[in-house]
């Protein structure tokens, strides 16, 4: 089974996204290539890491006006869930569920990094958004009005994408 490496196209020009990202596929990599005697361990550490990410990145988007409510919040939660589903179904001995969840993550991680993350990171940036401090430098850059979609153009009503790239 092909294994999700990171490489530039993941990349999105914010390091505090980029670090946490090439950690996840790092992580991935771990779980594709587990002995199933070390396959179970390896999933926890991930959905820990996914957990982790998934809250900060969702809290970045409270901070900066993004709806906790929007679509992307909820695919993070939609992914924990399933996530942990496996890990249940994994404890039950189907390794096999947790195996093919893990090749299914990395399909779907490189769309969500390049169309909701990039999205989120355009916003970040444009804002001036400072992750250890929450601080945004540029709050003239944030939007008037909640963002409800996912920030990209595709799900976004047309004004707030304009407000979110002005």
Request: hydrophobic letters at 40%; aromatic letters at 6%.
């Amino acid at each position: 089974m092909s294994t999700l490496q990171w490489s530039d196209s993941l990349a999105l020009d914010l390091p505090f996204m980029d670090d946490t990202h090439h950690e996840f596929v790092d992580l991935l990599a771990t779980v594709v290539n587990a002995s199933d005697d070390d396959l179970l361990t390896a999933w926890r550490i991930l959905i820990e890491h996914t957990d982790d990410h998934f809250g900060r990145e969702d809290q970045w988007m409270q901070s900066t006006h993004f709806s906790s409510s929007n679509c992307h919040s909820t695919q993070h939660d939609v992914i924990l869930q399933v996530m942990r589903e496996g890990g249940k179904r994994g404890q039950a001995g189907d390794l096999g569920v947790v195996r093919q969840m893990a090749h299914e993550l990395g399909i779907w991680f490189p769309q969500h990094a390049q169309s909701m993350d990039a999205a989120l990171a355009l916003h970040l940036r444009g804002a001036g958004f400072d992750p250890v401090t929450g601080i945004v430098h540029a709050p003239q850059a944030l939007p008037h009005e909640v963002i409800h979609g996912c920030g990209g153009a595709s799900c976004s009503s047309p004004q707030s994408a304009a407000q979110q790239t002005a």
